[in-house]
């Protein structure tokens, strides 16, 4: 299967999907993001398939959700599967973004970290805001040692994005850091905090993470759900689905406050704007 936004492709038991925006660093459209889980369902229902690894095209993992290339749709209507909310592209205002973004985003990012088999994140570059979404719900992160990380959005006013999982993944005062700043932070810190769990030199970042891959793809695929399941559970417990949710209303408090006072939800920040602000 191939899609101009998304790539899948099957080596033995592991399915490699492949966001394929590279002339945009892998910026997340919507298209992108149903091609995404169009891809995903593919692997979910594939028997041969144990393991799934998410990766980008080109130079860059993800540099997040789409907020300005040629192809932005965010008023195009795409049939809703994460939430069961009604059409965004007939509402206006806060019910407008909130309804797009509890399923594009919020939604999305958390069905596929229900996916039952294990997912690793294959991460060159740049992992950036949306990103970062993206390599947090799967369940390992293998990164080159190029990569970089960061989430950005506060300097649009904004506390962090939809998929609010940094004082569970970076512990509560890196996470201060990480958002109070705006800063990137590079793969040897992301490993030493426990958010990345190898990392490699970029020659080998393909190679590294299927083998990583092949070897998860050993185990018995039902005890890999049921142990998935379990970390996810006490994630849970220790309050993250709770304190997601919280979170994503004090986003849109943020959105619904820059339209109010700057006729802009993004504060008037586009791609071009946070890159340079980012030095």
Known sequence: MMSDE???ERRGPVAIVTMNRPRYRNAQNSAMTYALDD???????DDEVAVIVLAG???HFSAGHDIGTPERDADTSFPRRAVTWWDHTSKAGADRRYARE???YLGMCRRWREIPKPSVAMVQGACVAGGLMLAWVCDLIVAAEDAFFADPVLRMGIPGVEYFAHPWVLGPRFAREVLFTGDRFGARRAYEIGMVNRIV???ALETETLAL???IAEMPPFGLALAKRAVNLCEDQMGMRAGMDSVFGLHHVAHSHNAEVSADPLAGLDA???KKAAG
């Open 6 to 8: 998304v790539r899948y």
């Open 39 to 45: 891809a995903f369902t593919r692997a979910v229902d």
């Open 57 to 59: 095209a080109g130079d």
């Open 102 to 104: 509890m399923e594009v």
């Open 201 to 203: 030199p970029r020659a």
């Open 213 to 215: 891959a092949a070897r």
């Open 272 to 274: 071009k704007a946070m």
